[in-house]
């Protein structure tokens, strides 16, 4: 659930109390087992703000969040460490960092001592340089070995509850996402959870020849392919019919 203005997709849908508690509703209703807040828009060429701003967007709901939902997971997308802190300090129980720790050298002494769950994931550069030329010798080695660098320095730090999303459209071209995509199951022999996020993102629309708004269908193609590779959780705008994919291909695996 974005709290910004210009998210790619749904930005200035739910940037209001009442309509964040509404929408939270129908996440839950509708099946989703972590709610993911987000007030810093990572869109490519997305507009950065203070932490003073992120944080005035996070500290009106997360208490409201947690005292109407509580026994929901809720986690906050930030790569700030002191936005990490205080929204742990608001209820939040797991920390979702675009930059695994590249945008504050901060974030990993923070993890430690805060001892929640963290995802971390790849990004080459910033939401507002990513898409400029990203550039790769072999983007699934480079990515593996990304998260085995990023893995041993948290781990020797104490961090144990760790995930991983390897980051499809943040400094990747069209081409390397797909490389990434389906060579997914390489990550694997890292032995941690894979986070992916892929919804109504660019790398489904384009192929299609459409925009975010219709990507729903493919969004829900690529959703159920990853699961299949072993995806453990699915970010996505559209939680039914994510929960959907989850329901038809745990069956799937179990029953035939």
Same mark, same amino acid.
């Given at each position: 659930?974005?709290? *910004?203005?210009?998210?790619?997709?749904?930005?200035?849908?739910?940037?209001?109390? /009442?309509?964040?508690?509404? @929408?939270? %509703?129908?996440?839950?209703?509708?099946?989703?087992?972590?709610?993911?807040?987000? #007030?810093?828009? =990572?869109?490519?060429?997305?507009?950065?703000?203070?932490?003073?701003?992120?944080?005035? !967007?996070?500290?009106?709901?997360?208490?409201?969040? &947690?005292?109407?939902?509580?026994?929901?997971?809720?986690? +906050?997308?930030?790569?700030?460490?002191?936005?990490?802190?205080?929204?742990?300090?608001?209820?939040?129980?797991?920390?979702?960092?675009?930059?695994?720790? &590249?945008?504050?050298?901060?974030?990993?002494? *923070?993890?430690?001592?805060?001892? +929640?769950?963290?995802?971390?994931?790849?990004?080459?550069?910033?939401?507002? %340089?990513? @898409? &400029? %030329?990203?550039?790769?010798?072999?983007?699934?080695?480079?990515?593996?070995?990304?998260?085995?660098?990023?893995?041993?320095?948290?781990?020797? /730090?104490? +961090?144990?509850?760790i995930i991983i999303d390897p980051g499809f459209g943040f400094g990747k071209t069209l081409e390397h996402n797909y490389q990434l995509f389906n060579n997914l199951e390489?990550?694997?022999?890292?032995?941690?959870?894979?986070?992916?996020?892929? =919804? !109504?993102?660019?790398?489904?629309?384009?192929?299609?020849? *459409?925009?975010? /708004?219709?990507?729903?269908?493919?969004?829900?193609?690529?959703?159920?392919?990853?699961? %299949?590779?072993?995806?453990?959780?699915?970010?996505?705008?559209?939680?039914?019919? #994510? #929960?959907?994919?989850? /329901?038809?291909?745990?069956?799937? $695996?179990? $029953?035939?």
């Open positions: 659930m974005n709290l *910004t203005e210009d998210s790619f997709y749904d930005g200035g849908q739910f940037n209001t109390i /009442k309509k964040a508690i509404s @929408q939270c %509703n129908k996440m839950l209703d509708d099946g989703a087992e972590i709610i993911d807040v987000g #007030a810093y828009s =990572s869109r490519p060429n997305a507009k950065h703000i203070s932490i003073d701003d992120e944080w005035n !967007r996070l500290k009106k709901i997360l208490p409201i969040i &947690n005292k109407e939902f509580p026994k929901n997971i809720l986690s +906050v997308d930030t790569f700030r460490s002191e936005i990490a802190k205080r929204s742990v300090e608001y209820g939040a129980d797991i920390i979702n960092d675009i930059s695994a720790g &590249n945008l504050d050298p901060k974030m990993f002494d *923070t993890i430690a001592n805060l001892e +929640v769950p963290y995802i971390i994931m790849h990004m080459q550069g910033s939401p507002q %340089n990513m @898409q &400029n %030329n990203p550039n790769y010798n072999c983007i699934n080695k480079e990515v593996y070995h990304y998260f085995s660098k990023k893995i041993k320095k948290l781990q020797e /730090k104490g +961090v144990s509850q390489i990550l694997h022999n890292l032995g941690l959870p894979i986070l992916v996020g892929v =919804s !109504r993102k660019s790398m489904i629309y384009e192929v299609l020849e *459409t925009d975010a /708004k219709s990507a729903l269908n493919g969004t829900s193609v690529i959703n159920a392919l990853c699961l %299949n590779k072993g995806a453990s959780i699915l970010r996505v705008h559209d939680v039914k019919e #994510a #929960a959907e994919c989850v /329901k038809l291909i745990n069956f799937a $695996k179990n $029953k035939i």
